[in-house]
């Protein structure tokens, strides 16, 4: 019996999930792009994430966790290890007069849709966002002058150990596409107070939301977003185009046409095209401005 095949059996004992051997990455991805898992798994509820979470510490093994595979690239060598999607696990929404609780798996369209509903304002600028809560609270999404953690209260989370821990908003540091959450831990939900809102309204501006996206943004190839953090006082968008590096592409990678903060994969990119093509975006701004460009996409099985 192969190591993978043992894995996978010791894990069918312990969870409800649906697991798989080998699975392509690229398929659970924005970008469209990636490498297989060892296994990956789909736990079906909270005790189910905590029984992998052991598992994985008991047996050593290095354990990833994703939701819609937004803002991540996967590296053409996938993953040494345990996938752990929470999509399913935390795709709970409930709501009590102001407050939203939302689970880590929903989608960040789901929650505004939800909360347009029922007239609860606050959240609109978020419109277009592809991503889910859990990934939008760890790097406290933002945009139009909008950041999620604005409006949250408290975030509950399974630390390293699998073990649950309330955080409230005083307890949480957040800056520019940062928070000080525990990169090992995995979010089960947050808490949103809101404002009270026209629904009309609402949907009004979040349609303005996604007119400006749809034609600032390369929406119509697989990307994962902004590649790069804005540095301080300018755009990473305007000194890549001011570098030249509009339409610049190595294999199917290219830097978009349209958004110059976007590497969209024209048709069938690899990873290591991807990265390629960052590297030189990094290297020509930084030569030509002297700034250097930090990332603002997850790099996954690169090694560093």
């Known amino acids: ?21 080998d699975e392509p990455l690229s398929g ?21 994430v905590v029984q992998v979470i052991e598992f994985c510490n008991r047996e050593g093994i290095p354990r990833l966790v ?49 909360c347009r509903e029922r007239g609860l304002a606050g959240l609109e600028a978020l419109a277009g966002i592809p991503g889910q809560v859990g990934g939008g ?41 940062k928070t000080n959450l525990p990169v090992s831990s995995i979010l089960i939900e947050a808490q949103f107070a809101l404002l009270e809102g026209n629904p009309k309204a609402m949907e009004m501006f979040e349609d303005g939301i996604l007119k400006k996206r749809r034609a600032k943004q390369p929406l119509s ?20 185009e001011e570098a030249g590096l509009k339409g610049f592409r190595i294999g199917d990678a290219m830097v978009s046409r349209k958004h110059a903060n976007f590497i969209v994969n024209c048709h069938l990119a690899s990873a290591r095209d991807v990265m390629r093509v960052i590297e030189e975006v990094r290297e020509t701004v930084k030569s030509r401005f002297g700034v250097t460009l930090e990332p603002e996409i997850h790099l996954i099985g690169f090694g560093t």
């Open 221 to 240: 190839l697989p990307s994962a977003g902004s590649v790069f953090k804005r540095p301080p006082n300018d755009f990473a968008g305007r000194l890549i």
């Open 28 to 48: 659970h991805t924005s970008f469209k792009i990636g490498g297989p898992a060892d296994i990956y798994i789909q736990p079906v509820d909270q005790e189910d």
């Open 1 to 21: 019996m192969t190591e993978k095949a043992y894995i996978f059996q010791r894990l069918k004992k312990v969870s409800r999930g649906n697991i798989l051997i």
């Open 137 to 177: 609270l760890v790097l406290n999404a933002g945009a139009f002058g909008t950041e999620i953690m604005e409006h949250v209260i408290s975030v509950r989370l399974l630390n390293g150990e699998g073990r649950m821990e309330l955080w409230k908003r005083n307890e949480i540091k957040a800056g520019y596409r």
């Open 66 to 114: 994703i939701g819609n595979g937004t803002n991540m690239l996967v590296s053409d060598d996938g993953w040494r290890g345990v996938v752990i999607d929470i999509s399913k696990a935390f795709s709970h929404l409930a709501d009590k007069g102001n407050v939203i609780t939302a689970g880590a798996g929903v989608t960040l369209k789901k929650l505004i849709r939800y």
